[in-house]
T-cell receptor
Framework: GENVEQHPSTLSVQEGDSAVIKCTYSDSASNYFPWYKQELGKGPQLIIDIRSNVGEKKDQRIAVTLNKTAKHFSLHITETQPEDSAVYFCAAPNPSNFGNEKLTFGTGTRLTIIP | EPEVTQTPSHQVTQMGQEVILRCVPISNHLYFYWYRQILGQKVEFLVSFYNNEISEKSEIFDDQFSVERPDGSNFTLKIRSTKLEDSAMYFC?????????????FGSGTRLTVV
């Protein structure tokens, strides 16, 4: 099955600076890599995802890069704001014989934006 | 934006009691999932469900767990005889298709506390 590792576990950055969170995965057949943001007391919310046919995807201040050769993908948040403070999870799909993919999540990164 | 709704938001139960966690997936979604998150840990897959039957389940999902879609809108997770280690956040998720084309939509979760 898929194994996903995520670093760092905690990250503090000054407001306005950039934050980068990295994940590695084990299954070279994986082809979809989402990032979820979880605020206190809420469920994970999909913020961006990337598929293996592209190397980078950007949505305003958030970007995700994918290196299939090295089997790692990263979340980049630029011009950070206090509302970016949350726990961020990366994930990768487990191949399934049932046509119903499930996700393996990383261990999460607690991002704190310092005003 | 359509939401996955979970009730209750918090449930406290005595060890050995049965609990039922309820979810209302997005109406045109066909694939349903339960995940759980022990405090401070990563989100873990429990079970996937499609066409009124379980597609796949993890080793966590033992005989004490069951899922059901009793009507056209609800999706429930039952734990027959709760243990202390079942204390966790339980998240329901749904997707339109089994392949992760659109990603998951998660509910806000039910915090289960077993005492």
């Amino acid at each position: 099955g898929e194994n996903v590792e995520q670093h760092p576990s905690t990250l503090s950055v000054q407001e306005g600076d950039s934050a980068v969170i990295k994940c590695t995965y084990s299954d070279s057949a994986s082809n979809y890599f989402p990032w979820y943001k979880q605020e206190l007391g809420k469920g994970p919310q999909l913020i961006i995802d990337i598929r293996s046919n592209v190397g980078e995807k950007k949505d305003q201040r958030i970007a995700v890069t994918l290196n299939k050769t090295a089997k790692h993908f990263s979340l980049h948040i630029t011009e950070t704001q206090p509302e970016d403070s949350a726990v961020y999870f990366c994930a990768a799909p487990n191949p399934s014989n049932f046509g119903n993919e499930k996700l393996t999540f990383g261990t999460g990164t607690r991002l704190t934006i310092i005003p | 934006e359509p939401e996955v709704t979970q009730t209750p938001s918090h449930q406290v139960t005595q060890m050995g009691q049965e609990v039922i966690l309820r979810c209302v997936p997005i109406s045109n979604h066909l694939y349903f999932y339960w995940y759980r998150q022990i405090l401070g840990q990563k989100v873990e897959f429990l079970v996937s469900f499609y066409n009124n039957e379980i597609s796949e389940k993890s080793e966590i999902f033992d005989d004490q767990f069951s899922v059901e879609r009793p009507d056209g809108s609800n999706f429930t997770l039952k734990i027959r005889s709760t243990k202390l280690e079942d204390s966790a956040m339980y998240f329901c998720a749904s997707t339109p298709t089994g392949l992760l084309v659109y990603g998951y939509t998660f509910g806000s979760g039910t915090r289960l506390t077993v005492v």
